[in-house]
């Protein structure tokens, strides 16, 4: 088949190195003598709903994509709550899959590539299954995708989290503090995980493994008691008690996913009472998702870039890029979506991190 116009566009949560898969795309696109159009807004404007779309479909150009190697977020705009299977239209899920399929082409598409993360794929997937030819494009600061080794946006999210874990522990030390920092990752402990060990924390609360209370006051007392009246705990989001649930924010919107909220706020009043010493909570929230992405980031989404631009040539349409270290390698987006990647509780790096004092609330 031949190539003359590929669409390119960014779903789910932004994060960084999304920019350096747009470039790296529309480079490599336009040396082989294709046209590149850049999606708004993920499927909202594969759907040309221009009224949540405002900037519009536009045809990318090398020199428009020049300088946003280095740019957190997305020049084209994303969505996580756009997913045409069901869509929602005055309060009430719809079916505009058709309409993705009619405009994609209206646009004179020939391939897509569709870059987002385990929700994004499954949309993917059933796109390709009504007739798109699409190639998936791994990203995700949770890193929680299961075919893939990285996806990019973690590495940069996880020396956030590192930053502010070095910051937080110069309050700490010097107001002899309990800091409390919670991080993303929705059920994947993976970034409070990396930035606990690399930020030198001394508890550790991750969904894989649930945790009890005594074990951190038992962990906390004991580091006082040894002369270091100070600690630092690392919760993720999706932080689950042994004897309780996941903490979700209100109601589930219509066409969203449940939203993770307080469980650095949760532990930290537990915390407080049982505790001689002041407790303190910081949320980072959506600060992970921004900020000029690692060199790791950068490298990773420049090389996901050119080989999707690789796939959509070779005709591997359904399938997704994914690092198989040290190669770049084509996996059927189904299987992409089929494992969620989590921490293995068993696993070494949890063991190494143990063996440096880590607690994890289970012991
Ligand atoms: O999937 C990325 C992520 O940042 C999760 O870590 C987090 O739970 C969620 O997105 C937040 O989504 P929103 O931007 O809709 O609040």
Redesign the pocket.
Known sequence: MSIKRIGIMTG??D?PGLNAVIRAVVLKAHAKGWEVMGIEDATEGLMDLSYRAPRGNRLLTPAMVDDILTRGGTILGTS?RSDPFRYVVDGKETDLSARAVENYRALGLDALISVG?DGSMRIAQRLGELGLSIVGVPK???QDLGATDYTFGFNTAVQTATDAIDRLRDTAISHDRVMVLEV???NAGW?ALCSAMAGGAHVCIIPEIPYRLEPVIAKIRGRREQGQPFSLVVIA??ARPADGEQSFEGERQLG??P??FGAGYRLGAQLQPRLELEVRVTVLG?I??GGSPTQFDRILGTRFGTAAVDAVEGGKFGCMVALRTPEIVTVPIAEACANERLVDPGGQLVQAARDVGICFGDA
């Open positions: 789910g949560g994060c996580n993360g995700t600061i949770d993303m990752g929705r970034i989001e999706g969203a996913m939203k993770l959506h992970q998702r």
